[in-house]
């Protein structure tokens, strides 16, 4: 099958050097529209649609592939050689942040740095680390989920979204959960929030920052701090955005704390 078609690839953009964007959970490449506009003088864009979201391919969607990570992150990586790209600055929200730690370290000759935005290696608390739920919270959520996608959809957009100021970005989170497929979204969660990679974060060599915002239900701050203590040379930026998604709540923060990165490492 074609990858750029299964994974509706996007490119945009003027520059020699590579920028790759992935949406998190639930949202597709729309995502990023008012953060890519700022980088488009200056790199290629590579955007795209995962398996099951957005504009992919919906066919092409594999229960067993996608039952960890590493399908997906095997995706990214069909995607830069099908482009025949390297030295990539990944960009990922979210559970694509994590998918971008597993790509760099499948193929590290891809990438040249990775900018992690609201990531989670694990959701879920043990022993003295703090993911944010306990192993029962997660459960219910997964449970809630396969019992009411449309509700759950409705009911926890405006939380993982955390303006409650502007509800139009918790309504365009939950027609985005809306719109996914119900059980691909139920398979995707439980992939997602049952996953635990902190064993990755050691073996992270090249240049990373994590960007984390206040008030994040989905990965409270402490998360951030973890992944910084056990990831060699990555820079933190705690962020005066709030909730899970500053690439639409707070895009210019965003924007400039991208750059800041990029031009002083």
């Known amino acids: 099958m074609n990858t750029i078609k299964r994974n509706n690839v996007i490119i945009k953009g003027n520059g020699s050097e590579v920028m790759m964007f992935a949406h998190g959970f639930g949202c597709d490449q729309n995502m990023w529209r008012y953060v890519v506009p700022a980088f488009q003088d ?8 995962h398996v099951g979201a957005g504009n992919s391919d919906l066919s ?18 069909e995607i830069a050689n099908e482009l025949d790209i390297k030295d990539i600055t990944f960009v990922g ?8 730690l597993i790509a760099a370290d499948m193929a590290p000759e891809l990438f040249k740095r990775l900018i ?13 680390y703090i993911g944010g739920f306990s192993r029962a919270e997660i459960e219910e959520l997964l449970e809630s989920l396969d019992n009411n996608h449309l509700g759950w959809s ?7 979204m955390g303006n409650p100021d502007r509800k139009e970005l918790g309504a365009e989170l939950a027609n985005s959960f809306c719109q996914t497929d119900p059980e691909i979204a139920k398979h995707f969660a439980r992939t997602t929030f049952l996953t635990d990679k902190r064993d990755i974060l050691p073996q992270t060599k ?9 008030n994040d239900v989905i990965a409270p701050m402490e998360v951030g701090r973890y992944m910084h203590k056990h990831m060699f040379g990555s820079k933190l930026v705690e962020m005066n955005a709030t ?10 923060e965003t924007i400039d704390t991208i750059k800041a990165f990029l031009q002083n490492g």
């Open 42 to 49: 200056d790199y290629k864009i590579v955007l795209f649609d």
């Open 116 to 128: 992690l935005v609201g990531p989670s290696p694990s959701y879920i608390n043990q022993d003295d």
């Open 93 to 100: 929200h979210s559970v694509s942040a994590v998918m971008g």
């Open 154 to 160: 409705m009911a926890m957009a405006p939380v993982i």
């Open 206 to 214: 090249i240049p990373s920052l994590i960007l984390q915002c206040r």
């Open 243 to 252: 909730g899970h998604c500053p690439n639409l709540s707070a895009p210019e």
């Open 60 to 77: 092409a969607y594999s229960f067993q592939k996608y039952d960890t990570l590493e399908g997906y992150a095997a995706d990214i990586i």
